[in-house]
């Protein structure tokens, strides 16, 4: 199974970015996908997902009305459509995958990890 986020970059605050992450190996339709985040010194956090068929998302709270995950299963990719971005949103962003959407925050609970991509947001 293989995993590929790109996209990341650098970026002025107010800015957008859209974060891509391809899929292989698995039966892609089947997990729920989810993007977490992380900076030096401090866990992965839990960012947004969306369920196998794409009917359900859950969102965290810091980028709730600005960020915005889709998905296409005909190309096995997840995207993270960030916009209004802030210097605090500045991480290494990764993909995983899921197959238990009851803990979908918790990043033990993930069966596939991507390498991450970074995003900066400069002030």
């Known amino acids: 199974v293989q995993l590929q986020a790109s996209g990341g970059g650098l970026v002025q605050a107010g800015g957008s970015l859209r974060l891509s992450c391809a899929a292989s190996?698995?039966?892609?339709?089947?997990?729920?996908m989810v993007w977490f985040r992380q900076t030096p010194g401090k866990e992965r956090e839990f960012v947004h997902s969306?369920?196998?068929?794409?009917?359900?998302?859950a969102v965290a709270d810091s980028v709730k009305g600005r960020f915005t995950i889709s998905r296409d299963n005909a190309k096995s990719t997840v995207y993270l459509q960030m916009n209004s971005l802030k210097p605090e949103d500045t991480a290494v962003y990764y993909c995983?995958?899921?197959?238990?959407?009851?803990?979908?925050?918790?990043?033990?609970?993930?069966?596939?990890w991507g390498k991450g991509t970074q995003v900066t947001v400069s002030s």
């Open positions: 190996g698995l039966i892609f339709s089947t997990y729920n």
């Open positions: 969306i369920s196998g068929s794409g009917g359900r998302t």
């Open positions: 995983a995958a899921n197959s238990y959407w009851p803990r979908i925050r918790d990043s033990n609970d993930m069966d596939y």
